[in-house]
T-cell receptor, first 111, second 116 residues
């Protein structure tokens, strides 16, 4: 699986958009970009995933650059409950494979 | 809507004890995983199973074993607990993917194990 690079931590004001970047310059053509988050003392939770196109769901939007070497997770209106560690993961979409979690980005939403 | 449950949220054991951590999923998933999470080291895969009675070693299997006798249940066993196994243990399950559809990996709430 391709390696990902994320900032260690970020702050965001409540109600503003949180934009979390991820670099994955060695991504291969059959690898997807996944985002999970982990709120303190809970297990990780799936947010969104994508291959080439931008994706949006009720939680977030995922913007993938045309060369697929980087992506951005966007939380459009961050709330205090969005304070968590966000993991960007690149992997082939095979259910048998365990996901490899890096260190992630610790997002602190400020009131 | 409970999906992945773990037998205990907190557990305290003594060095040398045999420890069982149980995980149950109600989604009929083929694949189940055990991770441990430590500060600064992230989530590390211990073992996984893609079918009943099947198991594969992950990145850090030493000191652990697993059992999958039923599809819904995946147990992690510490044969002789040691202090360096004090950690947060997370179980997860995922359906086997075919085609282009993605199957989310669901995690349990975790078991914080302390070995004294």
């Amino acid at each position: 699986d391709a390696k990902t690079t994320q900032p260690t931590s970020m702050d965001c004001a409540e109600g503003r958009a949180a934009n979390l970047p991820c670099n994955h310059s060695t991504i291969s053509g059959n690898e997807y970009v996944y985002w999970y988050r982990q709120i303190h003392s809970q297990g990780p939770q799936y947010i969104i995933h994508g291959l080439k196109n931008n994706e949006t769901n009720e939680m977030a939007s995922l913007i993938i650059t045309e060369d697929r070497k980087s992506s951005t997770l966007i939380l459009p209106h961050a709330t205090l409950r969005d304070t968590a560690v966000y993991y960007c993961i690149v992997s082939r979409d095979t259910g048998r494979r365990a996901l490899t979690f890096g260190s992630g980005t610790r997002l602190q939403v400020q009131p | 809507d409970v999906k992945v449950t773990q037998s205990s949220r907190y557990l305290v054991k003594r060095t040398g004890e045999k420890v069982f951590l149980e995980c149950v999923q109600d989604m009929d998933h083929e694949n189940m995983f055990w991770y441990r999470q430590d500060p600064g080291l992230g989530l590390r895969l211990i073992y996984f199973s893609y079918d009943v009675k099947m198991k594969e070693k992950g990145d850090i299997p030493e000191g652990y074993s697993v059992s999958r006798e039923k599809k819904e249940r995946f147990s992690l066993i510490l044969e002789s607990a040691s202090t360096n196994q004090t950690s947060m243990y997370l179980c997860a399950s995922r359906s086997h993917t075919s085609g282009s559809s993605y199957n989310e990996q669901f995690f349990g709430p975790g078991t914080r194990l302390t070995v004294l």
